[in-house]
């Protein structure tokens, strides 16, 4: 019996600390169990990492409180602890991430265990209290409740379960996500070639790249991938880039194995610690999952399937800042599974990888039955505007082929990334702009709430009739999004049914199911949408695709603007032409001699990718150097350009300059967000592993609270 526990607490402390175990809870405390301790003059929760015969420490103290189940086992104790290195966060941290709130709060919702009375004498008041208590109950009481009524700690309840007192019995309900009926699939579809091939290399473990394109069959061959891993008992977790959107991935997946877990962001707590409990008890095969999925607490994992993999859905942007896709690697190294990302567009990072054998490649090079992909077109919208001496939000090709397909009663997409109906609202007086009090953005207007919304922090302000700041001036609105195209669709197909999808209008799942059944049921003859549509989508009617604007993501500086653009237009055009009849797309773009547009038009991927790789290696980006952003923020705008000035002073007098290259500090385009000031710096780092602990001293060198913090983003990807 171990004495002594080793605990990390859900704090940014990176440490652990010793705690003593009373002797009530020896039975109980084991790692991954979650406890409640002592720290400073507060309690805290944790989680047992480690148990010890001895301490070292003289003055310790003891445990409060600990659950009985195991929530993290060695390899997710493991790989919580690497996910803590890695990402400068505490392994408490890690683990709470890992873990989700659902089954670490004492009350799941989901009643699982029940308490009634047992046999024998209490010996303390507190058990006297409980055991009359649960003589006089008529049925046994859900555990939360029992604590409740009695008052008892858990740690109470325990001993007396232990001593016979009191008897818990266990119940499980039924797993309702799995009883959906399943879908008839008969899997009688011959692999080509090429998804032999692949499946060969995937056979062979590791981490395989699979690079094909929207429709070559890659989850063909992650379905068969999982089969074998399945049959030999073992299971497999599927990352999707946002699960309410791919739900014709989710019925295939349902459709091959019965035993599937679909892990909803929408699921209750409750939901979600049974589903959990579901999955570590082996009762789950398949998981398919966002990010968070990544630390599912499988039995014995054969295989991790990423999805999309170039998405930056998986990476996470709050603390612990991870990528799920490193995630998954690491884990299959601990576990000893296998890993697939697959990608029509692959991240250059893993491109880079391939290229240097960490990970294999495995192509899928034609969409299956040798359909075509889909012919690109790019408008010049300088010159369209140019010619028709306005500033059209269709131009007259798209106008035409949108024409000819619903005379052919086909369907067409219209992709813009921008919601709302105007972007800009300024004074045609003054040129006073209509920005969120709070960040540092231009307010968007929506039309059909009346109001200008902040998309950061999600303010909203009624549009004012004359301009606040000069007083006189009347506001005109610029810019387009969402629903302007919308409404302006409307106006040129009469008639026609144009619906919408984007966050605005998409707030539950029954939402996606209706707009996504009209499409596929024939109903919307024009979607118009934000990237959120540009995924997952696979109907056969869809015949035409159109990229309003291509160009917004060259308005944020960013290295990574050419690589989302080439991706954008790639994904969009995988839309279409999956049908008998083909597809076509158009791009417009201000843009037209752009690499990443031209390319991404031809699709020549390998071009645009030596081009990118050239282009990064010459100035010292990923995936030749490791990044990591220092975000400075805090109420007080002179204490934190004084805190970024001091952190950048300090990092470059730790780093010697040919190992680290310390930039700035300088203004983020987020300069103020939700009301605070913010700085950052980035460092660029030929090694990331030999840097992080020294960059983590100094960065906790500053005190981190509510008026001020340093925040440090490994890999970053929102560089705003
Ligand atoms: P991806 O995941 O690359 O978009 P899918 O695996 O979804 O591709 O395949 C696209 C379509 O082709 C699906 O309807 C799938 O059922 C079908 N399909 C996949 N592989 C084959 C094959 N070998 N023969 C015939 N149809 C196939
Ligand atoms: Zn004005
Ligand atoms: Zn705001």
């Known amino acids: 019996m171990s004495e002594f526990a080793e605990v990390v607490l859900n704090l940014p402390v990176d440490r652990s600390f010793t705690y003593r175990v009373p002797a009530a809870l020896q039975d109980i405390v084991r790692p991954g169990v979650r406890v409640k301790v002592p720290f400073g003059p507060r309690e805290q929760q944790g989680y047992v990492v480690r148990l010890a015969d001895a301490a070292t420490f003289p003055r310790i103290k003891d445990l409060k409180e600990a659950g009985d189940e195991v929530l993290a086992d060695e390899r997710i104790l493991e790989l919580t602890r690497w996910v803590a290195s890695r990402y400068a966060c505490s392994w408490g941290e890690a683990l709470n991430a890992a873990i989700p709130a659902g089954v670490k709060t004492k009350n799941p919702g989901q009643v699982i265990r029940l308490i009634g009375a047992g046999q024998g004498e209490a010996k303390t008041d507190k058990q006297k209290v409980a055991l009359e208590v649960a003589r006089r109950l008529t049925a046994p009481l859900p555990r939360a409740e029992f604590l409740k009524h009695t008052g008892v700690s858990a740690a109470v309840l325990s001993a007396m379960i232990k001593s016979g ?101 929408v699921l209750t707590q409750a939901d979600r610690a049974r589903q959990w409990r579901a999955i570590r008890n082996g009762e789950i095969d398949v998981i398919v999952g966002a990010r968070s999925a990544v630390f599912a607490p499988t039995r014995a994992l054969g295989i991790i399937v990423l999805d999309e993999e170039h998405e930056a859905a998986y990476k996470q942007e709050n603390d612990p800042r991870y990528h799920a896709r490193e995630v998954a690697v690491q884990r299959a190294k601990i576990e000893g599974a296998s890993v697939i990302l697959g990608s029509a567009t692959p991240s250059l990072e893993a491109l880079h990888r391939a290229q240097s054998g960490d990970y294999r490649l495995a192509r899928l090079p034609g969409r299956v039955e040798g359909r075509e992909m889909p012919e690109i077109e790019v408008v010049d919208m300088a010159a369209e505007k140019q010619e028709l001496k306005r500033h059209p939000v269709i131009s007259r090709r798209l106008e035409q082929l949108m024409t000819q397909s619903m005379q052919r009663e086909e369907q067409a997409i219209l992709f813009l990334n921008r919601r709302g109906f105007l972007t800009h609202v300024s004074c045609r007086r003054c040129g006073w702009f209509f920005s969120c009090r709070r960040c540092d953005v231009a307010m968007t207007f929506h039309r059909e709430t009346a109001r200008a919304v902040c998309h950061y922090c999600y303010d909203s302000q009624p549009l004012p009739a004359i301009c606040p700041d000069c007083g006189a001036g009347t506001l005109a609105l610029y810019g387009m999004g969402t629903e302007r195209i919308e409404s302006e669709i409307k106006h040129l197909f009469p008639g026609f049914n144009v619906s919408r999808m984007d966050s605005d209008s998409m707030k539950t799942r029954d939402d996606y199911r209706r707009s996504l059944g009209a499409l596929w049921g024939g109903e919307t003859d024009i979607l118009v949408g934000t990237q959120m549509i540009a995924k997952g989508l696979d109907v056969p009617d869809v015949t035409l695709v159109g990229v309003v604007s291509a160009d917004t993501a060259f308005h944020i500086p960013d290295f990574r603007s050419s690589e989302r653009t080439f991706q954008l237009i790639t994904q969009v055009a995988g839309r279409t032409g999956r049908g008998e009849k083909g597809g076509r797309v158009v791009v417009q773009t201000f843009y037209p001699q752009h690499d990443a547009i031209k390319m991404a038009a031809t699709y020549d991927f390998e071009g645009f990718v030596r081009k990118e790789l050239e282009l990064r290696e010459e100035l010292g980006y990923p995936p030749f150097v490791s990044l990591v952003r220092a975000l400075v923020q805090g109420w007080n705008e002179k204490r934190v350009h004084e805190a970024a000035k001091q952190l950048g002073e300090k990092l470059r007098a730790t780093f010697d300059e040919s190992k680290v290259r310390v930039l700035g500090p300088a203004e983020p385009p987020l300069y103020k967000l939700k009301g605070r000031t913010r700085m950052h710096l980035l460092l660029k780092c030929p090694e990331l592993e030999p840097v992080l602990p020294a960059l983590r001293r100094v960065a906790d060198s500053f005190p981190s609270d509510n008026n001020l913090s340093v925040i440090l983003d490994v890999d970053p990807i929102n560089m705003l």
């Open 165 to 265: 007192l009191l008897v818990e019995t266990k119940i499980r309900p039924e797993i309702d996500a799995m009883a959906e009926a399943l879908v008839e699939n008969p899997v009688d579809i011959r692999l080509t070639p090429a998804q032999e091939e692949a499946l060969r290399i995937v056979e062979q473990g590791g981490v395989i790249l699979l690079h094909g394109v929207t429709g070559s069959g890659k989850t063909e061959v992650y379905l068969r991938s999982i089969a074998r891993v399945v049959a030999q008992g073992k299971q497999a977790i599927v990352l999707v880039p946002e699960i309410a959107l791919t739900p014709q991935t989710v019925a295939r997946f349902k459709s091959r194995f019965p035993r599937v877990a679909v892990l909803h962001s």
